[in-house]
């Protein structure tokens, strides 16, 4: 018979938890490729359900540790929260603690620092304040944030002048992947090829 960790064990009871929480309009579900986050999540109303989504990861465990008014969120791998930061919709990171049945969240552009995205470590650890506890009252919050990311960069999207600079830097971003995959396609005895695989590395 199959085994399973007590990881996968509390990981699952974490999700579950945080399904219960959802105001019911909202929509939860998993993304096709499970890589960062564990759900996506669509906020809705009565009347209809929005364009409006926003990333989860959830971290759960037996006990997390307290330093001062925070939770410790440990061992978060550093790809992943480049990950995040990079994402074009915002992150939610919840803590759930199985031995109090009780969650924590904040987003990760909040919790996460530039010095911690340029490290040099395998992993970061997090702190989640205390009286971020997520409960009914806490998805008004969220919801709040979630309108201001969209609408900051729907306002990128519709100025010409921040338009034309995300537009080219995509555009430039692109143009040098195709170039970095193409040349590193060459024979291993191309100049260009060398020079690709130093890029790369």
Sequence with gaps: MPKQSAAQIIGRQGE??????????????????????DAIVTIGNPQRITPLEFGVQIKSSLKFKRVGHSIVVPR?????????????IPTLL????????????????????????????????????????????AWGFIETRVIGFHSRFLRAMTEQDER???MKFMADLSSSLCSLCLASALPPNDEYAGMSKNLLH
């Excluded at 550093?78 to 930061?85: G, H, K, N």
């Design 76 to 88: 978060i791998v550093l790809d992943t929260a480049r990950y995040w930061a990079r994402r074009f």
């Design 164 to 166: 034309d600079r995300l």
């Design 94 to 137: 919840v803590a759930y603690d199985t031995s109090t049945n009780t969650g924590f969240y904040a987003w990760t552009s909040d919790i996460i620092s530039v010095a911690d995205l340029n490290g040099t470590n395998k992993s970061v650890s997090v702190r989640i304040p205390a009286e971020n506890m997520l409960h009914q009252s």
């Design 16 to 37: 579950r938890w945080f399904e219960t929480t959802l105001p019911a309009q909202w929509i939860s579900y998993k993304p096709k490729e499970d890589f960062g986050v």
